[in-house]
């Protein structure tokens, strides 16, 4: 079964950083493209910075490029995504997702999401 | 950034009923091997969105019939064909022609 499970959200002051996880399971991570989507409270959907599975390909969007990094953990199923210079605008639940195997994205997997809180 | 723009943002539907969600999009999302490069998600209450349709028109694995997507280059539509409770949520249009992605600002769908 698929599964995709983030961690690592909670609250940091402005500037701060914060390192979320997505552990995959189900699939071979390096053979899919996984995507960050952000949804600011009570507000809509954003797409937040991608990583091709083995690792060739990522981008991030405009509002957190220079900000956010991605790194792989030892456990090659697992994607971090690090966080810095926090902002309150940064203020999100962070969901994971995987692009499934169809010709153009589209996230047949979701993880449950992992709130980042940015207040003083 | 392509714009995404849905209507009507909010859809009172008595169970039963037809319900249909128009998407359009600021410039068109026709890819050269033919197929529109559009997504439908549903975010139930308190859930991560799923995916309903992809391509346009090609229902994703799992989503009952009663769901169906049509449209091409800048107009797009969902249609429910018998509402259910089930179904209550916010509805998601989302791009994927031309990066940024990005989706529309949601449709919430009530039960009357």
């Known amino acids: 079964e698929v599964q995709l499970v983030e961690s690592g959200g909670g609250l940091v002051p402005p500037g701060g950083s914060l390192t979320l996880s997505c552990a995959a399971s189900?699939?071979?991570?390096?053979?899919?493209?996984l995507y960050w989507v952000r949804q600011s409270p009570g507000k809509g959907l954003e797409w937040v910075a991608y990583?091709?599975?083995?690792?060739?390909?990522?981008k991030f969007a405009d509002s957190v490029k220079g900000r956010f990094t991605f790194s792989r953990g030892n456990a090659r199923n697992i994607l971090y995504l690090q966080m810095n210079n926090l902002r309150a605008e940064d203020t999100a639940m962070y969901y994971c997702?995987?692009?499934?195997?169809?010709?153009?994205?589209?996230?047949?997997?979701w993880g449950r999401g992992t709130l980042v809180t940015v207040s003083s | 950034d392509i714009v995404m723009t849905q209507a009507p943002l909010s859809l009172p539907v008595t169970p039963g009923e037809p319900a249909s969600i128009s998407c359009r999009s600021s410039?068109?999302?026709?890819?050269?091997?033919?197929?529109?490069?559009l997504d439908w998600y549903l975010q139930k209450p308190g859930q991560s969105p799923q995916l309903l349709i992809y391509?346009?028109?090609s229902r994703a694995s799992g989503v009952p019939d009663r769901f169906s997507g049509s449209g091409s280059g800048t107009d797009f539509t969902l249609k429910i064909s018998r509402v259910e409770a089930e179904d209550v949520g916010v509805y998601y249009c989302?791009?994927?022609?031309?990066?940024?992605?990005?989706f529309g600002q949601g449709t919430r769908l009530e039960i009357k």
């Open positions: 997702a995987r692009d499934g195997p169809a010709i153009m994205v589209d996230f047949d997997f």
């Open positions: 189900g699939f071979t991570l390096s053979n899919y493209w």
């Open positions: 990583f091709k599975g083995d690792g060739s390909s990522t």
């Open positions: 410039q068109s999302l026709l890819h050269s091997s033919g197929y529109n490069f």
């Open positions: 391509l346009g028109s």
């Open positions: 989302m791009q994927a022609l031309q990066a940024p992605i990005t």
